[in-house]
């Protein structure tokens, strides 16, 4: 059986529960917003609990493959509903790194997303470039890093999503807010993004079309984004296999750029990638190839490797 763990309004998670209802496969959904209703009974050994999900029983023996995205939980519900989800997702976040089940992904292996400058070496270790950067709060190392480089970006060290902007000279004026708040910054890369999610051994790529910095947020700049399917080179996409892999992450999503003179760099791997956004705007068979992950199958139709 397999199961998907998240809340029922978040797009990737509807879409492969929806792939995985098309693929007539046997699962269950653990709904975030409703499991303090739920039973979790656990005895001697933890890893032989019993879970009671609408008044279906299922020994967590029974699971084969889990599919997690945990979200925050609704904060609406008296206290002591809220208490019982909490208590739920802790221990159910628990198991899912002790689990010998397939599970995209362990919380354990998506650690690595929670310092950026940490990941960067990382990705660096793998064969890709990672642009030249900067972690600091000091005014004089950033001036004097923007003058080394001409176009810097900056954004937040941390996992937290942020949005990625450009330091401009307006950015001078306001430096000093930076004293106590590390950040980090990167020379500026030319070229064309291409965000490459990687299902096991398959790569899905998608050219972005778009002269916003930050093309999640053009819409807040009023400018456009386009996306269509990308033809990976074999020898990218098998490096982006191998750094997902290397991460310990089933499922992943590259941020690579493709410079004029035809090098690859990567800004950073999603270790829950929000895939659902390319696939609606490419086609790209995403939640299909990640339910036959899940059941032990490869894709039926993979592509860039």
Request: charged share 25%; hydrophobic share 40%; aromatic share 8%.
């Amino acid at each position: 059986m397999i199961l998907f763990f998240g809340r029922t309004d978040d797009p990737p998670l509807t879409r492969a529960i929806s792939a995985a209802r098309d693929a007539d496969l046997r699962h269950l959904v653990i709904d975030q917003a409703r499991t303090a209703r739920y039973d979790l009974v656990v005895g001697t050994d933890a890893l032989d609990a019993r879970l009671t999900v609408e008044g279906m029983r299922v020994p967590l023996g029974d699971v084969s493959a889990v599919y997690a995205r945990p979200l925050e939980p609704p904060a609406d519900g008296d206290p002591a509903a809220r208490a019982r989800a909490a208590a739920f997702q802790e221990w159910f976040v628990g198991w899912l790194d002790t689990t010998p089940a397939v599970v995209v992904s362990r919380p354990g292996a998506m650690e690595s997303n929670s310092s950026k400058p940490y990941q960067a070496q990382l990705i660096g270790r793998s064969g890709f470039a990672v642009p030249e950067t900067l972690v600091s709060d000091a005014p004089d190392e950033i001036l004097a890093f923007r003058a080394r480089h001409g176009r810097i970006i900056y954004k937040s060290v941390s996992g937290i999503r942020s949005i990625v902007r450009e330091f401009t000279d307006a950015d001078e004026s306001r430096l000093a807010l930076v004293r106590g708040l590390p950040t980090q910054f990167q020379a500026y890369v030319p070229g064309q993004d291409v965000r490459v999610h990687v299902v096991g051994e398959d790569t899905y790529a998608a050219a972005v079309d778009s002269d916003a910095i930050d093309y999640r947020y053009a819409d807040q700049g009023g400018e456009s984004v386009r996306l269509a399917p990308y033809d990976l080179p074999p020898d990218t996409a098998r490096r982006c296999v191998e750094l997902a892999a290397s991460l310990g992450l089933p499922l992943a999503g590259i941020d690579l750029r493709r410079t004029p003179d035809g090098a690859w760099v990567c800004f950073e791997v999603n270790p829950m990638p929000a895939y659902s956004y390319y696939e609606a705007h490419t086609g790209l068979p995403i939640s299909s190839a990640l339910v036959a992950y899940l059941d032990g199958r490869r894709a039926a139709a993979p592509v860039g490797v």
